[in-house]
Each structure stands twice: as structure tokens, then as C-alpha cells.
């Protein structure tokens, strides 16, 4: 399902050995319609021969950066294809092609540069109680760090115009990047909306996310980007 709104959408999805479920996740996007950079992040599995076989393109780190540097290498790779509107996509299958022309819409209908998924506006499933302990604990930190107003703010589904995407000097490559993404926004002061989306937790997604000790990492990668800005 496209967007009358916007012409060009690529879909941006940071992958680091999801030889797993990367075939499945771009095989639903592209059979919605979109185009789809896949950036291999140094992966030692089959993630990389995978992707190449199914997305519009592939761009490979050589060693693994962190999440937070493959999206920034993803969004420049599609602003320099012209992208009109990016999508940032989780490669472990947890997030929904159809919740993508919602995010779209959004933009459009609120003349937004930023769509953001949320799933505590919606019905998230399977989620562990110490996961949602964590993501609370990580949205009111970055609430008070950054003076959106968000309830979720570690959701890697999220749309953005091409100004907005443009907007973004993104440093931090691992686990903070998503806070500082969000101070970013606030810097731009451009507009910003939520969305409700739905996150499908399976054995596999949870074993690949954050973990309850990440939170220490992200504070410190944070607090340490503050220091040698």
C-alpha cells in the first residue's frame, strides 16, 4: 500500500546476523511496494547473501559499528537516492509492513518531517514485564533529557521527510542512538507526531533486543556524548 502524499520511500533496515528472519522481512515490504536498503552490519552469518538475493540494495559494513551507524548509513544511502520519505525498519520481524502506511499518513496528515511508532498507544504482544519495565525507565529518561512529549521512545519503526532526515547529526553508533535520534528531533524543532504500532514479540525478537543492563550502557553513551559535544 502506497502514499499518494509522497513519491519515493525507501525502507531503511540495520541488520547484524538475521540470517533468520531477513528474507521474510523484506519479502513483506517489498510486496507492499517499497524500496528497501538492507546495511549489513559486519554480519559472519548469511545476512548479507540473503539481502542481496531480495532488497533494492545492500551496503555492507566490513566490521560491526552498531545499530546506530548502520541507520545512519542507511538514511544517507537513501537521501542519495532521493528518497522523499525514510522508514527505519527492525530486521528480527517484530515490526508490521502494514503499520507503515499509517506512519505515512501521519506525515502527510499533519504536515509533520516525523512519524514516530509507538507501542504503548497500542496493544503490544507478548511483551516480558521486565522489557516493559525497561522501556519505561528508557522513556522517561529521554522525556526529561530531550522535552518531547513520548510514550515510546525506543521504538525502531519511524518515518521521516526528507527534510527531516536531513535534519539529523546522528554520532552515536550503538545502543543510544535511538535517545539521541530523539534529541535530534528536538534540536530541529520540527514537527514530530506518534503513531500507534503493533510489536510482534516472539523467542527470537527478545533474544535480540535490549536487555535490562543495556539501560547503564545507553546512560553512559549518552551522558559521554554530552561531554565531547
Known amino acids: 500500500m502506497r502514499n499518494d502524499h509522497f513519491s519515493s520511500i525507501w525502507v531503511v533496515c540495520p541488520a547484524y546476523n538475521e540470517s533468520i528472519a531477513i528474507v521474510s522481512v523484506i519479502t513483506r515490504l517489498r510486496q507492499a511496494g517499497y524500496d528497501v536498503v538492507v546495511v549489513d552490519d559486519g554480519s559472519s552469518d548469511e545476512t548479507r547473501k540473503l539481502a542481496a538475493a531480495s532488497a533494492t540494495a545492500v551496503?555492507?559494513?566490513?566490521?560491526?559499528?552498531?545499530?546506530?551507524?548502520?541507520l545512519?548509513?542507511?538514511i544517507d544511502f537513501a537521501l542519495e537516492q532521493g528518497a522523499d520519505v525514510i522508514v527505519t525498519f527492525d530486521s528480527d520481524g517484530q515490526h508490521r509492513a502494514s503499520d507503515i502506511p499509517h506512519l505515512l499518513d501521519a506525515l502527510g496528515r499533519n504536515q509533520a518531517d516525523f512519524a514516530l511508532g509507538s507501542r504503548s498507544l497500542s496493544e503490544p504482544l507478548n511483551m516480558p514485564r521486565t522489557r516493559r519495565i525497561l522501556l519505561w525507565g528508557a522513556t522517561l529518561f529521554t522525556v526529561a533529557t530531550t522535552g518531547l512529549r513520548l510514550t515510546d521512545t525506543h521504538n525502531g519503526l519511524r518515518a521521516m521527510t526528507r527534510r527531516g532526515a536531513q535534519a539529523l547529526r546522528l554520532r552515536q553508533n550503538r545502543m543510544a542512538h535511538a535517545s539521541e535520534l530523539l534529541a535530534e528531533i528536538a534540536r530541529s524543532r520540527l514537527r514530530y507526531v506518534e503513531v500507534p504500532v503493533t510489536i510482534d514479540y516472539t523467542t527470537y525478537s527478545l533474544a535480540k533486543g535490549q536487555r535490562t543492563g543495556d539501560f547503564v550502557m545507553i546512560l553512559l553513551d549518552l551522558l559521554a556524548g554530552k561531554l565531547y559535544r
Not at 551496503?59 to 548502520?70: I, R
Open 59 to 70: 551496503v555492507s559494513h566490513p566490521v560491526n559499528l552498531g545499530q546506530g551507524a548502520a
Open 72 to 74: 545512519k548509513t542507511g
